[in-house]
């Protein structure tokens, strides 16, 4: 697996520096009240385990299980829910948990079907944030760190399946997708 990464673009500290930033900020703004983070899978199954860990309030966590149509590099924001979240948001402070943010269009259509659930609050939440493939503008409220106009993959974030594992997030080489 090594062999086929081709450099590291984001390290370990720079990335547990980002998700202690963000847990104090969502500490700061939700004092009094009790988030509820959803965290998109299976991309931010990692970054919320971590986030959660940051946040020095009491909250409570789900998941929401999607596939995008699109191929493996580039969503086409038509979304299908495989596994929704296991209760009712109404009145509740949510906190979408992504890994990427890319053209935009995956959020977006989340936040549509969660806003018409009528929560309190819904913010969002992502790690990386590539704000140069954006098609459609979506608010973002908490970003970890903006990255190039590069795949990339580890800390949870996929090519194939493969590489959520890596503790950096990394490019990979040309080879890897030249089989694809
Ligand atoms: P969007 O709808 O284009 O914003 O894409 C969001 C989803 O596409 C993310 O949740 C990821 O699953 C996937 N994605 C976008 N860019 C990357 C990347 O660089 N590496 C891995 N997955 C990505
Ligand atoms: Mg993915």
């Known amino acids: ?18 998700v ?19 965290g998109i899978l299976k991309g931010a199954v990692v970054f919320l385990s971590d986030l ?4 020095e309030l009491p909250l409570s966590l789900d998941f929401m299980a999607i596939s995008s149509y699109g191929t493996s590099r580039q969503s086409s924001g038509i979304v299908k829910i495989n596994s929704d979240l296991g ?15 890319d053209t935009g269009l995956t959020l977006a259509y989340l936040k549509d079907i969660l806003h018409v659930r009528e ?14 493939r954006r098609k459609l503008e979506v608010h973002l409220d908490y970003v970890g760190l903006e990255i190039p106009n590069e795949f990339v ?4 974030l996929d090519y194939g399946e493969r590489y959520r594992n890596l503790p950096d997030i990394c490019v990979l080489k040309e080879h890897v997708y030249a089989h694809a």
Do not use: F, H
């Open 20 to 38: 202690r930033r963000l847990g104090q900020e969502i500490t700061r703004d939700y004092q009094g009240r009790e988030p509820y983070l959803v």
């Open 52 to 55: 959660a860990r940051a946040i």
């Open 1 to 18: 697996m090594t062999g086929d990464i081709d450099r590291v673009l984001v390290g370990t500290a720079e990335i547990q520096a980002a």
């Open 153 to 156: 993959v580890g800390y949870g």
């Open 119 to 132: 929560p309190r609050s819904l913010a969002t939440c992502t790690l990386l944030n590539k704000p140069s």
């Open 87 to 101: 209760q009712n948001i109404q009145g509740m402070d949510v906190i979408i948990v992504e890994d990427i943010v």
